[in-house]
C-alpha cells in the first residue's frame, strides 16, 4: 500500500488572462532550476479551448506559486490541423540540452465529439516556449485506434524510446451522451518521433469501466509503475489506479495499493485524477487534478 500526506490545493485560474480563465488540466511536473518545480498544464479559454502554460512553485513548499506564465508555452495549432481546438499535456523530457514535450492534440469533427492524437515540441530556451517539430501528429489514427492515440509517458530506455499511450476507437453512450472509450498501449521508436512499431495493449478497462487512460510511468525497483485513471459506466467513479511491472510491457493492476483518497471537503471532494510524480530535495510529491477533471485547478500530495 502506497502512503501519502496531502498537502493542499496549490492552483486555479482566477479568470485574469483572456487564453487562461480556467482549469489547469493534467498537471505534469519537471524540475528546471534549483528549488523550483515547473507544473505544465492546460488552460482553457471561454470556448473551453486549453493551451498549455505553466505554474512555478517553490520545491520545499509546493503551495507556495512563484509565477505563472502569461503567454502559453504551446499555443493550439493551425486551423485545420489535427491540434486546431485545443492542446494538453502528455510528458515532458529532458533530452540533451532541450525539453521535449509530448502534447494531445484536440479537433472537432462533424459525427463524433473529438479526435485526440499526439504531437511533439521541443524547447531550446529552458521550457519558456516551445516549437512543434511538425504540423502533423507523430502518432496519427490506426486501425483500432482512429479517434484516440494520446502519448502521456515518454521514457529512454536502452538508447530506445519507449511511450505509453491511450488507444480509442469508439464512444460509449452514458447517459444519452457519448464519452470515449480507450485503454492504454506501449510501443517502442528509436528516436522518439517516428512510430512505426506495433503497439501492445498492457493495461485494459475492468468490469464496469470503459475507459483506462493518462498512464504516468516510473521506474520502480527493477521495474515500473504506473499511475492512470479509469471510469465506469455509472459517469460517476472516475478515479486512479496503480500497476506494477517488470518490463514495462506486461503488467498487475494493484488498485487497491493506490492509498490516495477523497477529501471530505474542497477541491478534491468529488473527483481526484491524473496523478503525476516529481522527484524534488529528495521527496517524492505527486500533483494531480480535482473536481470536474481540472476546471478547480490542481493539489499536490507527498508520498510517504
Same mark, same amino acid.
Given at each position: 500500500? &502506497?502512503?501519502?500526506?496531502?498537502?493542499?490545493?496549490?492552483?486555479?485560474?482566477?479568470g485574469? &488572462?483572456q $487564453?487562461?480563465?480556467?482549469s489547469?488540466? +493534467?498537471?505534469?511536473?519537471i524540475?528546471?532550476?534549483?528549488?523550483e518545480?515547473?507544473?505544465?498544464? *492546460?488552460?482553457?479559454?471561454s470556448?473551453?479551448?486549453?493551451r498549455?502554460?505553466?505554474?512555478?512553485?517553490?520545491?520545499?513548499d509546493?503551495?507556495?506559486?512563484?509565477?505563472?506564465?502569461?503567454?502559453?508555452?504551446l499555443?493550439?495549432?493551425?486551423?485545420g490541423?489535427?491540434d486546431?481546438?485545443g492542446v494538453?499535456?502528455?510528458?515532458?523530457?529532458k533530452? *540533451?540540452?532541450r525539453?521535449?514535450?509530448?502534447?494531445?492534440?484536440?479537433?472537432?469533427?462533424?459525427?463524433?465529439?473529438?479526435?485526440?492524437f499526439?504531437?511533439? %515540441?521541443?524547447?531550446?530556451?529552458?521550457g519558456?516556449?516551445?516549437q512543434?517539430l511538425?504540423?502533423?501528429?507523430?502518432m496519427?489514427?490506426?486501425?483500432?485506434?482512429?479517434?484516440?492515440r494520446?502519448i502521456?509517458? %515518454?521514457?529512454?530506455?536502452?538508447g530506445? $524510446?519507449r511511450? $505509453?499511450?491511450a488507444?480509442?476507437?469508439? $464512444?460509449?453512450?452514458?447517459?444519452?451522451?457519448p464519452f470515449?472509450q480507450?485503454?492504454?498501449?506501449?510501443?517502442?521508436?528509436p528516436?522518439g518521433?517516428q512510430? +512505426?512499431?506495433?503497439? +501492445? /495493449?498492457?493495461?485494459?478497462?475492468?468490469?464496469?469501466?470503459?475507459?483506462?487512460g493518462r498512464?504516468?510511468?516510473?521506474r520502480?525497483?527493477?521495474?515500473y509503475?504506473?499511475?492512470?485513471?479509469?471510469g +465506469?459506466?455509472?459517469g460517476?467513479d472516475?478515479?486512479?489506479?496503480v500497476?506494477?511491472s517488470?518490463?514495462?510491457?506486461?503488467w498487475?493492476?494493484c488498485?487497491?495499493e /493506490?492509498g490516495?483518497?477523497?477529501?471530505?471537503?474542497?477541491?478534491?471532494?468529488?473527483?481526484?485524477?491524473?496523478?503525476? /510524480?516529481v522527484?524534488?530535495?529528495?521527496r517524492? /510529491?505527486?500533483f494531480?487534478n480535482?473536481?470536474?477533471?481540472g476546471?478547480?485547478?490542481?493539489?499536490?500530495?507527498?508520498? &510517504?
Amino acid at each position: 500500500m &502506497l502512503h501519502w500526506n496531502k498537502i493542499g490545493h496549490v492552483f486555479a485560474q482566477n479568470g485574469s &488572462l483572456q $487564453w487562461a480563465t480556467d482549469s489547469a488540466l +493534467t498537471p505534469t511536473p519537471i524540475v528546471v532550476r534549483d528549488e523550483e518545480i515547473r507544473v505544465y498544464a *492546460g488552460f482553457r479559454d471561454s470556448e473551453g479551448i486549453s493551451r498549455i502554460g505553466y505554474v512555478d512553485v517553490a520545491a520545499d513548499d509546493p503551495r507556495n506559486v512563484l509565477r505563472v506564465s502569461q503567454t502559453p508555452v504551446l499555443d493550439r495549432g493551425r486551423d485545420g490541423c489535427f491540434d486546431d481546438n485545443g492542446v494538453i499535456m502528455g510528458d515532458v523530457v529532458k533530452t *540533451g540540452d532541450r525539453l521535449r514535450m509530448y502534447y494531445v492534440g484536440f479537433q472537432q469533427v462533424k459525427r463524433a465529439k473529438f479526435l485526440a492524437f499526439s504531437g511533439v %515540441a521541443e524547447s531550446i530556451d529552458g521550457g519558456e516556449t516551445f516549437q512543434r517539430l511538425s504540423e502533423a501528429p507523430v502518432m496519427d489514427r490506426v486501425g483500432g485506434g482512429t479517434t484516440i492515440r494520446a502519448i502521456h509517458t %515518454a521514457m529512454q530506455i536502452d538508447g530506445a $524510446w519507449r511511450v $505509453w499511450y491511450a488507444v480509442g476507437d469508439r $464512444w460509449e453512450m452514458i447517459g444519452g451522451v457519448p464519452f470515449p472509450q480507450y485503454n492504454i498501449w506501449t510501443t517502442t521508436s528509436p528516436d522518439g518521433i517516428q512510430f +512505426t512499431e506495433p503497439g +501492445t /495493449l498492457c493495461v485494459d478497462n475492468e468490469g464496469a469501466e470503459y475507459r483506462i487512460g493518462r498512464p504516468s510511468v516510473y521506474r520502480h525497483g527493477d521495474g515500473y509503475m504506473m499511475f492512470y485513471t479509469k471510469g +465506469t459506466k455509472s459517469g460517476s467513479d472516475y478515479f486512479p489506479g496503480v500497476a506494477f511491472s517488470a518490463d514495462g510491457v506486461r503488467w498487475e493492476r494493484c488498485d487497491h495499493e /493506490l492509498g490516495l483518497e477523497l477529501s471530505p471537503g474542497g477541491f478534491d471532494s468529488m473527483h481526484l485524477c491524473y496523478p503525476r /510524480l516529481v522527484e524534488a530535495n529528495g521527496r517524492t /510529491l505527486c500533483f494531480y487534478n480535482g473536481n470536474n477533471m481540472g476546471k478547480e485547478g490542481f493539489g499536490v500530495a507527498e508520498l &510517504l
